[in-house]
């Protein structure tokens, strides 16, 4: 992987997994990166999940050529990276463990191994002499667990990033562009909440001369590193990468999803950038992405048993668990007998940062009539000039 050959990738990809994490489709799979630096001494870095165990123990002994590994570095224990610990701690019953405090209080719950003797226990700034490697580490609580630390290797200058810079798909170098997309969708619905921790970390990496990134999940990166960390900046900060509007709605009988793919068409045609999601019939993590990625969001939805048809309700919910903010959003409500769907959209968003909702939001009276039509246009117009 790397020039002098000593770090090798020895991750599995998991192409037949439905929902990572049990919610989210990755219909080009996902990765459970982990490498090996071989050297005077050998440290293996992170595992993989139980569905991968087999393969990845089978690039570890390829990797080790008849060696044994001394080190095991567990950037993070989220059972993703952690599912085929207990085989290798079985496998190589002389490797040490090397993890944080955090690390050493969830690592029982996930082997029937004794480690007691086995741990090696590092904090911020410890560094791990393997001969002529090194490795840095750094904590990272939260992003996205709170026993999550990078390292740093200083004679390749090589960052193990645990899952920041991670994407969904496989590990294939696509370049920046291409990365960008899914590891957006990645970032928000993974680690989205924890933007004030990621903002830390990169604060700590400022000082770091970067040459490549190993995350834990996609694409070894290894040029355009400041255009990568700029990405991670962007979006820990909540701020928005383009200039759009991402139309989500979800209907009942098609007249709410008629008002919003209305109000998306008058949208466009002003020259701004759109994107519609159906929140019913669509993952709707995509949907999350794309609130990230612009910097306006129409709402639509219809009123149902007194309350928030229950898509757009979860919809809200997911933004709130991602700390959705500083954006421009616009209400299309609907409702045959007293309509809800509004005001509780609103109350939703009223708890969320620097939300500004436009004023007046478009009432459905059931179907689109002309005049709604009309209300449609002007919402649109209004939104396009933000
Ligand atoms: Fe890839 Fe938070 O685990």
């Given at each position: 992987?790397t020039?002098s050959?000593?770090?090798?990738?020895?991750?599995?990809?998991?192409?037949?997994?439905?929902?990572?994490?049990?919610?989210?489709?990755?219909?080009?799979?996902?990765?459970?990166?982990?490498?090996?630096?071989?050297?005077?001494?050998?440290?293996?870095?992170?595992?993989?999940?139980?569905?991968?165990?087999?393969?990845?123990?089978?690039?570890?002994?390829?990797?080790?050529?008849?060696?044994?590994?001394?080190?095991?570095?567990?950037?993070?224990?989220?059972?993703?990276h952690?599912?085929?610990?207990?085989?290798?701690?079985?496998?190589?019953?002389?490797?040490?463990?090397?993890?944080?405090?955090?690390?050493?209080?969830?690592?029982?719950?996930?082997?029937?191994?004794?480690?007691?003797?086995?741990?090696?226990?590092?904090?911020?700034?410890?560094t791990?002499?393997?001969?002529?490697?090194?490795?840095?580490?750094?904590?990272?609580?939260?992003?996205?667990?709170?026993?999550?630390?990078?390292?740093?290797?200083?004679?390749?200058?090589?960052?193990?990033?645990?899952?920041?810079?991670?994407?969904?798909?496989?590990?294939?170098?696509?370049?920046?562009?291409?990365?960008?997309?899914?590891?957006?969708?990645?970032?928000?619905?993974?680690?989205?909440?924890?933007?004030?921790?990621?903002q830390?970390?990169?604060?700590?990496?400022?000082?770091?001369?970067?040459?490549?990134?190993?995350?834990?999940?996609?694409?070894?990166?290894?040029?355009?590193?400041?255009?990568?960390?700029?990405?991670?900046?962007?979006?820990?900060?909540?701020?928005?990468?383009?200039?759009?509007?991402?139309?989500?709605?979800?209907?009942?009988?098609?007249?709410?999803?008629?008002?919003?793919?209305?109000?998306?068409?008058?949208?466009?045609?002003?020259?701004?950038?759109?994107?519609?999601?159906?929140?019913?019939r669509?993952?709707?993590?995509?949907?999350?992405?794309?609130?990230?990625?612009?910097?306006?969001?129409?709402?639509?939805?219809?009123?149902?048993?007194?309350?928030?048809?229950?898509?757009?309700?979860?919809f809200?919910s997911?933004?709130?668990?991602?700390?959705?903010?500083?954006?421009?959003?616009?209400?299309?409500?609907?409702?045959?007998?007293?309509?809800?769907?509004?005001?509780?959209?609103?109350?939703?968003?009223?708890?969320?940062?620097?939300?500004?909702?436009?004023?007046?939001?478009?009432?459905?009276?059931?179907?689109?009539?002309?005049?709604?039509?009309?209300?449609?246009?002007?919402?649109?117009?209004?939104?396009?000039?933000?």
């Open positions: 992987m020039k050959n000593s770090i090798r990738y020895i991750g599995a990809y998991d192409k037949s997994i439905d929902l990572f994490e049990g919610l989210y489709t990755v219909p080009e799979g996902i990765t459970y990166n982990s490498y090996v630096i071989l050297d005077d001494k050998i440290a293996v870095m992170d595992s993989a999940d139980i569905r991968a165990a087999e393969d990845w123990l089978d690039n570890l002994e390829n990797a080790l050529g008849g060696r044994k590994p001394d080190y095991l570095v567990i950037s993070h224990m989220e059972p993703d952690t599912g085929s610990l207990n085989d290798a701690l079985k496998r190589y019953p002389d490797m040490k463990i090397v993890g944080n405090a955090k690390t050493f209080t969830m690592l029982p719950r996930y082997t029937e191994c004794d480690i007691s003797e086995r741990k090696v226990v590092v904090k911020e700034g410890d791990l002499s393997l001969g002529s490697h090194t490795l840095t580490f750094y904590m990272a609580p939260m992003v996205h667990w709170p026993e999550v630390m990078v390292s740093y290797e200083s004679s390749e200058k090589i960052l193990f990033s645990a899952d920041a810079f991670g994407r969904f798909g496989n590990a294939e170098d696509t370049g920046l562009e291409a990365w960008s997309d899914d590891a957006l969708r990645y970032y928000v619905n993974i680690v989205g909440k924890y933007g004030a921790q990621v830390a970390l990169l604060k700590k990496l400022g000082g770091l001369d970067i040459d490549t990134i190993c995350p834990l999940h996609g694409p070894v990166l290894e040029s355009d590193i400041k255009a990568y960390i700029g990405k991670y900046n962007t979006w820990s900060a909540y701020k928005p990468e383009e200039k759009g509007v991402a139309v989500c709605y979800c209907s009942i009988h098609g007249n709410t999803k008629k008002a919003a793919l209305l109000c998306a068409d008058e949208i466009l045609k002003t020259g701004t950038a759109v994107k519609t999601h159906d929140l019913a669509e993952d709707m993590s995509f949907a999350v992405a794309d609130t990230f990625r612009y910097d306006r969001v129409v709402l639509a939805a219809p009123t149902y048993d007194a309350a928030l048809f229950p898509p757009m309700a979860e809200l997911r933004l709130k668990s991602k700390n959705f903010q500083s954006r421009t959003v616009g209400i299309i409500e609907n409702g045959s007998w007293a309509s809800m769907s509004g005001k509780l959209m609103r109350e939703a968003l009223s708890g969320m940062k620097n939300v500004t909702v436009l004023e007046p939001a478009v009432t459905v009276p059931s179907t689109v009539k002309p005049e709604t039509a009309k209300e449609l246009s002007e919402l649109a117009l209004e939104i396009s000039r933000v």
